[in-house]
């Protein structure tokens, strides 16, 4: 029987999480049929289906990390389904919820099904194009690859398990679990803290190894001392003192990116405070344009314009420190970034070549962009190649921060809250203060090649369009 291989999705990337499971064992799945969605260091991926016939087993929970090459997904026939039930995932076996097979002969499960003739069609070939499909989706501009054909191949027939009749007992023993029951966030929990799940005493539903457990057994001890009680209870519910998150995914590369620029690239971080006023009124006034009606306008797309602007008169915002060739590479071109917030964890897609898009043209893509990665289907060939980044806390009802540069960029643009404030405002040479809508700026820059006098030459460039949006057609 044909098993699905963990395949390597590119990017140098050796593992990944299973989400969730798009089939059940029992399902019968053609070529190229979305089986499982994966969660790599990059973002999520579906993969489709080498092989077609009946799904017989589900390897791997979800929640579980695997590496590339392990085996996930068994095409076989419903015969072997019977001797390879994984108890830690009720819906990969077919039970329901809460049933046990602990205990339970072979020949109390019913009767062995009948493999269908020619249940199985593996072909190595629909194999190798699947393989092709799913790398190519980590390719500059997604997938490219055409649909794959089903190859005509002999259908390989399957061989049916003979069931063994256990010799009668005068007394019934019970079967030795064929595998710990327990959720996957309980294993992974007993994986970090190293305890053996075998040896923990399950006290959950149907002997199900909980988290408390576990817990227990890391202490060195099968009770809650106590002395050191490990929950605390709230209106007759018990809640851990402490939850343990593992790293991984976005998260895990995230965190890998922001450390490696934090101490290679000296930062230098400078503010603004800027009256906003006439930016939001063009906001409105753009919004009853007919050519923008269909599209979302924001403070947003009027900064992002305004950096595009600014980047022509300091082009070395948009350049690059390469260490090992000892050069700075300008780029003539500007793949804007913009940071979202997902709950798998920040991510930063860019529009590409966003200088050769026209304000319409660039609103739509902003809002594709901010929406995929929202719903955390953003490709890694998303977020590859940018050149600047801006990150909107304004959302968030922040003031500002001190932003750290993307790796491979130089300088990120963070973009506050918008609030009307008291302004002091010039007219006719007498000063008075009124409400504004004022908003703060924060740029931080790789100070080993933009000095002061660039950095704050660019900032202040943005600020200057935010402030009087007319004054963009001088640049």
Request: proline residues 8%.
């Amino acid at each position: 029987m044909p098993e699905y291989l963990l395949p390597d999705v590119g990017e140098g990337l050796t593992e990944a999480e299973i989400v969730s499971w798009k089939v059940k064992v029992g399902d019968v799945i053609a070529i190229n049929d979305i089986v499982v969605e994966i969660e790599t260091a990059k973002s999520l991926v579906e993969l489709p289906s080498p092989y077609a016939g009946e799904v017989s087993v589900l390897h791997v929970a979800e929640g579980e990390m695997v590496e590339v090459g392990t085996p996930i997904i068994t095409v076989g026939a419903p015969a072997a389904a019977e001797m390879e039930i994984d108890l830690s995932n009720p819906a990969a076996s077919g039970r329901v919820e809460g049933e046990s097979l602990v205990g339970r002969n072979k020949a109390d499960r019913g009767p062995l099904r009948r493999p269908r003739k020619g249940s199985v069609t593996p072909s190595s070939e629909a194999a190798a194009a699947t393989q092709m499909q799913v790398q190519g989706a980590f390719a500059p501009g997604g997938a490219q690859s055409p649909d794959v054909v089903e190859a005509d191949e002999p259908a390989v027939p399957a061989v049916s398990a003979v069931p063994v009749v256990p010799e009668p007992v005068s007394e019934w023993v019970p079967t030795p679990p064929l595998h710990v029951l327990a959720k996957p966030p309980v294993r992974k929990l007993a994986k970090d803290l190293g305890v053996d799940l075998a040896e923990v005493p399950a006290t959950g539903p149907h002997g199900t190894v909980t988290r408390a457990d576990v817990e227990a057994a890391a202490q060195g001890s099968t009770a809650v001392s106590a002395a050191e009680p490990t929950v605390h209870r709230s209106a007759g519910a018990q809640t851990p003192r402490e939850t343990r998150e593992p790293i991984k995914g976005v998260r895990k590369m995230m965190a890998a990116a922001m450390v490696g620029s934090a101490f290679s690239a000296p930062h230098v971080t400078e503010w603004v405070t800027v009256d906003v006023t006439r930016t939001m009124d063009l906001v409105e006034r753009l919004k009853q344009r007919r050519e923008l009606r269909e599209v979302k306008v924001s403070p947003l797309l009027v900064l992002a314009r305004a950096v595009l602007l600014a980047v022509r008169r300091t082009p070395e915002i948009n350049s690059f420190w390469d260490e090992a060739a000892q050069e700075v590479v300008l780029k003539h071109y500007v793949n804007l970034g913009i940071a979202a917030a997902t709950p798998r964890g920040l991510v930063v897609p860019n529009v590409k070549d966003a200088q050769d898009l026209s304000l319409v043209e660039l609103a739509d893509a902003l809002a594709a962009l901010t929406a995929t990665a929202r719903e955390g289907r953003t490709q890694p060939a998303e977020m590859s190649g940018g050149t600047f980044t801006i990150t909107n806390v304004g959302v968030f009802g922040v003031d500002a921060g001190t932003p750290i540069i993307n790796p491979g960029e130089s300088a990120i643009l963070c973009f506050g809250a918008i609030r009307k404030q008291p302004w002091v405002v010039t007219t006719d040479g007498v000063d008075e203060i009124v409400p504004r809508q004022v908003t703060t700026l924060a740029l931080s820059f790789d100070h080993r090649h933009i000095d002061g006098e660039k950095g704050s030459r660019f900032l202040a460039d943005v600020a200057g369009i935010l402030e009087d949006p007319a004054s963009a057609l001088l640049f």
